[in-house]
């Protein structure tokens, strides 16, 4: 935990308090845990906290992991804003990022997101947005459909970067729907339109590819940083926050007391050890022979957003959709996108620069945690070895963006 840590409501003080359960497939030492029946219900869902955005996705479609709170936030009083990301987070937001282009990836269409990115942009005393809509030919005509749920989402992406990231260009990309090469054409396009980072709020749940062996493919561009989110159920993994090459995000509560801001691990954030996916030579924990996720984290829950195509304006929201356009306009504003190597940049940092450049996150844990990790730094923040590390939310969360 960092700084004094005080709840800002009973309904995030409900949520720091993660059980262990059996947990999706994952593994430590390279060894599959094998995901179980009574794998544990987030806690969103089981206190009735919060629901999907949008529908459950079907076999062979990305979901997108935005939750809308069920209770208590219906304007800007109570939720985080635009000045709370920019200070949490020491962000040099209102100076940097012009000439920066963060494309945004999603499904479907929202045709009142220019309208309400206004609105939320005038209320946060933001410059008018930089902002460009394409369809996944990179028309900017012949949108796909409309979808209410994904329409929240593509709301919330394109406000939470203009939040971190206010003077960076925004290219929304929309694929046509949820399936699978859409959504590969929309990340070719993006790479296509000039766009150095690549915010993905989306996942595969269980999946490791999508069930598209070349679907990593989408995710290697070099010269490009691939952000994604890591998933609003609990310890697991999917595709594409679990490839070496994307920067897995992480979710974290976020608290205030005074003028001080401080975080513990968001029970429900997804992350883990990655059996099937080579660990890269860069990662260097002892207790995943694969891939570890995450690799950073930010802020995942009671955020305000404002959206008027199947809502009412002003409300709250939650999950690591909410972490991922944040990290990614970190990025913008260090303008170093094109040097990046997925999350390298931070398993590489010295002591000296984590203790600096990153909030560490010292406190908390991931819901539906195996038995076999339970207290382990894969589920657990501030155990083991890497007391600076913890799967939940990778290295920490953003100090400035000299870790970026």
């Not at 635009?82 to 100076?95: C, F, T």
């Not at 939470?160 to 590969?184: F, H, K, Q, R």
């Not at 600096?356 to 730094?377: E, Q």
């Amino acid at each position: 935990m960092r700084g004094s840590m005080r709840f800002v409501a009973p309904v995030v003080a409900a949520l720091a308090a993660a059980a262990c359960s059996v947990g999706a497939s994952s593994g430590v030492t390279g060894v599959a845990v094998q995901a179980s029946a009574q794998k544990k219900s987030p806690q969103w869902q089981t206190q009735n906290l919060a629901h999907r955005a949008c529908p459950e996705a079907r076999l062979g479609e990305v979901q997108c992991e935005l939750l809308v709170l069920n209770k208590g936030v219906h304007s800007t009083a109570r939720a985080w804003g635009a000045a709370d990301i920019e200070a949490a987070y020491n962000l040099p937001s209102s100076s940097k990022g012009s000439g920066q282009i963060i494309a945004v990836l999603v499904s479907y269409d929202n045709p009142k997101v220019a309208k309400d990115l206004a609105v939320y942009r005038a209320h946060y005393g933001l410059p008018a947005a930089k902002f460009f809509k394409y369809n996944q030919e990179g028309q900017q005509r012949h949108y796909p459909k409309g979808d209410p749920g994904w329409g929240i989402e593509i709301d919330d992406d394109v406000e939470m970067v203009s939040a971190s990231c206010p003077n960076c260009t925004i290219y929304l990309v929309e694929a046509n729907d949820g399936g699978i090469s859409d959504t590969e054409k929309a990340e070719a396009e993006a790479v296509k339109l000039g766009a150095h980072i690549l915010s993905n709020s989306f996942e595969c749940y269980g999946s490791l590819d999508c069930g598209d062996p070349n679907y990593v493919n989408y995710f290697d561009t070099p010269g490009v940083t691939y952000v994604a989110a890591a998933g609003d159920d609990g310890y697991g993994v999917g595709a594409p926050m679990d490839f070496a090459s994307v920067v897995s995000a992480g979710g974290t509560l976020l608290s205030k007391s005074g003028s001080a801001y401080s975080e513990v691990v968001w029970p429900d954030t997804g992350g883990g050890c990655v059996v099937g996916i080579a660990k890269p030579s860069w990662q260097h924990d002892p207790g995943c022979s694969a891939r570890t996720a995450n690799d950073v984290a930010a802020v995942a829950w009671n955020v305000a957003i404002y959206d008027t195509y199947d809502a009412p304006g002003w409300f709250g929201v939650a999950g690591t959709s909410i972490a991922t356009p944040i990290i990614a306009g970190a990025f913008a504003l260090a303008g170093n996108a094109t040097k990046q190597d997925g999350g390298r940049t931070f398993w590489s940092l010295t002591k000296k620069r984590l203790k600096k450049d990153l909030h560490v996150i010292s406190s908390g844990t991931d819901n539906s945690c195996p038995p076999s990790l339970a207290g382990s730094y894969l589920c657990t923040a501030g155990t083991g070895q890497y007391k600076t590390y913890s799967g939940p939310t990778g290295w920490g969360t953003p100090n400035g963006i000299g870790a970026f």
